[in-house]
């Protein structure tokens, strides 16, 4: 089994991920094995990651970050062991190293694979963030961050600032998953297919998936203000991180250069309208994202060279009001 994104290519030369292995569940029922506790439950994360990323959006803007603690690793991949070549996410030895990181304050674990290998004796899959840790049982609860977001979404209400926001409610439950679907593989994991793929087939295959689901994009957010309609879902931050990571990493490093985000005046003034949106500035460190991309896929990019641009500013006027919400 693939222990890093960069094995993770198929004979055909086309990127395949590997799914999630511990996928416990929180609940709000107090008998459950994991019920929903303040203070029980740690995020690690790192800012870089768009998965990891959906669940700290998640905890900012549930009002979740009191009930919940959460830890950013280091954006650069190092070596996670003495004894073999892998390399993934690590802990910064002090507060001041690397500003946005921390170490480890649960377990003193210098890595991601650490943790997992703490939680688990046998341990064969990729050692990716998102991870939902237990403090109590010293595990890992779930790294999947689709399922991490529905949890936060729901199961938290008891303890969350923002209980009422409901980003999956049940009339728009069958409209959000259908949508996720084609944004994910298209858009979400089709700038990685992009990026990771080893032969021209494959990127060619993906690069025209990509473009043609944000072409729907444009199309659907030129009638409405969110992409399920005008109240915000969890289908937009989903596609959010994965758009506001576009001109300034993927459209280089992964070859998703069709055209740029800031091309398409909806999707551009969109993602402008969704990182405004209280809490979210705060989960997106371009620093880490831009040093991680560049930084840790020597197969991609060997000098490791930092492109200086474009340093887009989200935080400037949008257009989205003009749609009610
Ligand atoms: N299905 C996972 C994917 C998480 C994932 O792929 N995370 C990447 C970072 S963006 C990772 O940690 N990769 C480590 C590796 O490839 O070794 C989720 O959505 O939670």
């Not at 963030?129 to 209400?157: A, C, G, H, Q, Y």
């Not at 879902?233 to 001109?247: G, P, Q, W, Y």
């Not at 500035?281 to 990019?301: A, D, E, F, L």
Request: net charge negative; aromatic share 12%.
């Amino acid at each position: 089994m693939a222990h890093s994104a960069v094995d993770e290519t198929s004979d055909s030369g086309a990127f395949t991920r590997t799914a999630s292995t511990f996928r416990n569940f929180i609940s709000r029922s107090p008998e459950s094995q994991f019920p929903a506790e303040v203070g029980r439950y740690h995020l690690y994360i790192s800012y870089a990651c768009p998965w990891a990323s959906r669940c700290i959006a998640y905890l900012k803007i549930k009002g979740l970050d009191k009930a919940i603690s959460f830890t950013s690793v280091k954006s650069k991949w190092e070596r996670t062991k003495e004894t073999d070549e892998h390399m993934g996410w690590v802990f910064p030895a002090s507060e001041t190293e690397e500003p946005g990181a921390e170490p480890d304050p649960l377990n003193g674990a210098k890595s991601i694979r650490e943790l997992y290998d703490l939680a688990s004796t046998n341990y064969s899959g990729k050692y990716t963030v998102p991870v939902l840790w237990d403090k109590k049982l010293k595990t890992v609860v779930n790294n999947e961050s689709s399922e991490i977001i529905r949890m936060f979404n729901s199961e938290f209400n008891d303890i969350a600032d923002n209980a009422a926001l409901d980003l999956y409610p049940p009339p728009l439950q069958a409209q959000i998953d259908e949508t996720n679907e084609w944004i994910y593989h298209g858009i979400n994991n089709g700038v990685y297919k992009c990026g990771f793929a080893r032969k021209q087939g494959p990127y060619e295959e993906a690069v025209n998936q990509l473009y043609e689901a944000l072409e729907k994009c444009e199309e659907v957010l030129g009638k409405q203000r969110y992409i399920c309609g005008n109240t915000l879902t969890e289908a937009d931050i989903r596609l959010f991180v994965t758009l506001i990571r576009f001109d300034e990493v993927y459209n280089v490093h992964f070859k998703c250069n069709k055209k740029l985000l800031r091309e398409y005046p909806n999707l551009f003034n969109y993602t402008k309208d969704i990182f405004q949106f209280p809490g979210i500035s705060s989960t997106v460190n371009m620093q880490h994202i831009k040093r991680h991309y560049y930084g840790s896929h020597p197969t991609i990019n060997p000098f490791g060279i930092i492109p200086a641009g474009p340093d887009i500013d989200y935080s400037t006027p949008h257009d989205r009001e003009k749609f009610s919400s």
